[in-house]
DNA sequence: GACGCTACAGTACTAAGTACGAAAACGCCA
DNA sequence: TGGCGTTTTCGTACTTAGTACTGTAGCGTC
């Protein structure tokens, strides 16, 4: 009854660990990580639970190896480049990616044995940095700051719970209601004079911040 | 047969909110968030499972309540004083009462009902730095990325297998061995060459990125 | 054409959240 | 002191989710 691989109707191509994983990113991304449930990805894939564990050993490794699908997605750093703008460019495609997979950051969180993807990443910024002129010890400073900064970033933007421009000020409003101006009066202060007006995108602020600490790291370089 | 509140052996007092949520903290705190269960938690209060849910609402509602507590733990800037070592006082506050709790980091994520301790905490946040002179806007700037800093620094610290001096080396090595120098000579430079001197602690990085990030936005402050 | 390998599925056990309702303890008053 | 409502705790049982163990269909090989 059951189709099977090469058989007439090709809506089924053949289960893979590559497709498992890309069938539990398309969970968390629709559902949340939440809902990622081996039944559930199981669902997705057009198959019986118990099928997805012969990819993959258990949940733990379905976690680890989309960790590392999703940081395979941020753009690499090319060690040859102006090491200003190549650093920009993996910050800001790291903070994209962060806001297509939001789940990720909590994730990254709890799991320490690190993918190929994961290395690569690490090993080129790192080498951007060398490359730049920074010595050891300030480029640890370096990239423990941008890390920081933008791993943090995301994590902050994740539970926002808005996105875009304008949509902060519904929910802010919301939320601004019930709490009290003379309790919270700097929390009033920032919804109603800044963040409720129009045009206002909380993402935005991300652009200050990385160009404060690439402009300070850029003045601790010695001139080339 | 069961011990009755005021009963001569005092050791069970009377369950409470308050208990319940201590209660799943220390859980947290020596376990892990993921061994928080419902039935640990009663455990740990010395009572029967269904008896925590008089207290909460659901496992959420201690998911939310536990996350405010740590807030609370956190020491408030006060306006008054000296806004540079007010907000670092904070900051610094801030990442140990994270490594404290590391599963509060990740809890953050999910959770977005801000419980009253949090906003206490980010009022006054605020109000130190509209004090400062700081412009509406500028506040935000700075708010944004002194928090993406803290809570993404604590988001690595947390991730990172190791805690204090010294203990990174170990750790370090035995993933060095495991990935070649041809494939990410950067990351092996940084691992022989600066984490694994004795002495090392990752930890010290916080202080790099606070004093830069502090440094440039007073610089940003006009004069007094 | 028996054997074994690959790929998938069925059954069933366990842990955890929690709805529902019983029951124990307590306070209050007659 | 005994009855009664309220507060607090507990027992039972249902549901969802991870996964161990076992079965089986298709296919290649000698």
Excluded: C
């Excluded at 893979?16 to 069938?23: H, M, Y």
């Excluded at 480049?81 to 990616?97: F, L, N």
């Excluded at 970033?153 to 009290?180: C, M, N, R, Y």
């Excluded at 003379?182 to 935005?204: K, N, Q, S």
């Amino acid at each position: 009854m059951s189709k099977r691989v090469g058989e007439t109707s090709g809506a089924r191509t053949q289960l893979s660990r590559e497709r498992v994983l890309r069938g539990a990113v398309a969970v968390a991304d629709r559902d949340g990580i939440g809902a990622l449930t081996i039944r559930s990805l199981a669902q997705e894939l057009g198959v019986k639970p118990m099928s997805v564990y012969y990819y993959v050993a258990n949940k733990d490794e379905i976690l680890d190896g989309i960790v590392d699908l999703v940081f395979g997605e941020i753009e690499l750093p090319s060690p040859g480049g102006d090491w200003r703008s190549e650093i920009r460019r993996r910050a800001v495609s790291a903070r994209a990616v962060l806001r297509r997979h939001p789940w990720a950051i909590a994730l990254m969180e709890s799991r320490t044995t690190p993918g190929p993807a994961t290395l690569r990443h690490h090993d080129a910024t790192l080498g951007t940095l060398r490359g730049a002129g920074f010595s050891v010890g300030m480029t640890a400073h370096a990239y423990a700051l941008l890390d920081a900064y933008v791993y943090g970033f995301a994590l902050q933007e994740s539970s926002l719970p808005f996105a875009g421009p304008d949509t902060a000020a519904e929910v802010t409003e919301s939320i601004a209601q019930q709490i009290s101006a003379e309790d919270y009066p700097h929390l009033i202060e920032m919804a109603t004079e800044h963040v409720l007006r129009p045009g206002y995108d909380w993402g935005d602020e991300f652009e200050f911040g990385l160009g404060l600490i690439l402009d300070s790291l850029a003045a601790s370089l010695p001139e080339a």
